[in-house]
């Protein structure tokens, strides 16, 4: 199985026509994933890469049937693009865009809750279910079918777990970028009901940062809900508190909320196995795997 994409997925992509749309685009169809249309307001009825491209989403969904929408547009357009795609009835939403204004995803995250949309980002790389389909704009050869399912808000953590993992013949079953910025669509919580019932989902990682409580959330949830092992690792453990490193939400207060050490002990406490790097993550996933073989 796979979680939110996969051959049922009908994408839109929202700023097909740019630069990095039109690069991400090809990518996405080439990897099998299929897009329907395009949307870039005065451009409708052209084509791009041999997709439709409409004036507006609606036009879009209505014409194709697309089920989820990849929005390559800029931070200061995401509120708007967002806000039209929620309201035409798209049920999986993906922003990638970087340093979206924290007021602007408040409230897309407020309108996606209260129409029962599933958005991620900002700052996604995206999702992708291998060998079936990716939203977003990943470096797909790197990733393998398998039974590891991986969520994380560091792009380039999980591509080097990812690219370990496939190295050594461990694949994936979905890998989503829950995004680095500070209000995330969707949190790792969320994500966890999904993972413990895919059938295809046989060890969870949790690739996390300092910053937030969403690890700490996570943790009550494992606790209380998951029965498969949870891999996690935290990125950040030598930041200086009250300073933002890389993404805008990895900042630890200063009486020290947020931190590493907090989320590791959380998360060890709800039964997870730490680890310390991401080749650390790789050799704990391929102990895991081998005891369940045994």
């Known amino acids: 199985m796979s979680i939110l994409v996969g051959t049922q997925t009908r994408l839109i992509v929202q700023g097909i026509t740019g630069r990095e749309g039109t690069f991400h685009t090809e990518q996405m169809l080439a990897y099998g994933t299929n897009v329907v249309a395009g949307v870039t307001p005065g451009k409708g009825g052209q084509r791009a890469l041999g ?91 790197i990733f393998t079918p398998g039974p590891v399912g991986l969520m994380s808000r560091s792009a380039t953590n999980c591509y080097e777990t990812v690219f370990m993992l496939s190295q050594r013949g461990i694949g994936q079953s979905t890998c989503i970028g829950i995004g680095g910025d500070m209000i995330p669509g969707t949190s790792f919580v969320e994500m966890l009901p999904d993972f413990q019932r895919d059938e295809q989902t046989e060890v969870i990682v949790i690739i996390g940062e300092i910053g937030g409580s969403a690890e700490e959330r996570a943790a009550e949830y494992i606790q ?52 310390q790097s991401t080749e650390h993550v790789v050799e704990l996933v391929q102990e895991l795997i081998r005891r369940e073989k045994h």
Not at 97 to 122: N, S, W, Y
């Open 51 to 141: 997709v439709p491209v409409f004036n507006t989403v609606r036009e879009a969904v209505e014409a194709t049937g697309a089920n989820a929408s990849v929005l390559f547009v800029p931070a200061q357009h995401l509120k708007a693009s967002a806000m039209e795609a929620i309201d035409a009835g798209i049920p999986l939403i993906v922003t990638l865009a970087e340093h979206t204004p924290v007021q602007d995803m408040m409230l897309c995250r407020m309108l996606a809750r209260e129409k029962g949309v599933r958005l991620f980002g900002p700052n996604s790389f995206g999702i992708i279910s291998p060998g079936k389909s990716k939203v977003g704009f990943m470096a797909h050869s």
């Open 224 to 275: 209380a809900h998951v029965t498969k092992p949870v891999v996690a690792l935290i990125a950040g453990k030598n930041a200086p508190k009250g300073t933002s490193m890389g993404h805008a939400g990895a900042i630890v207060a200063a009486d020290g909320t947020g931190s590493a050490q907090n989320k590791e002990k959380a998360l060890r406490e709800a039964g997870c196995h730490i680890a």
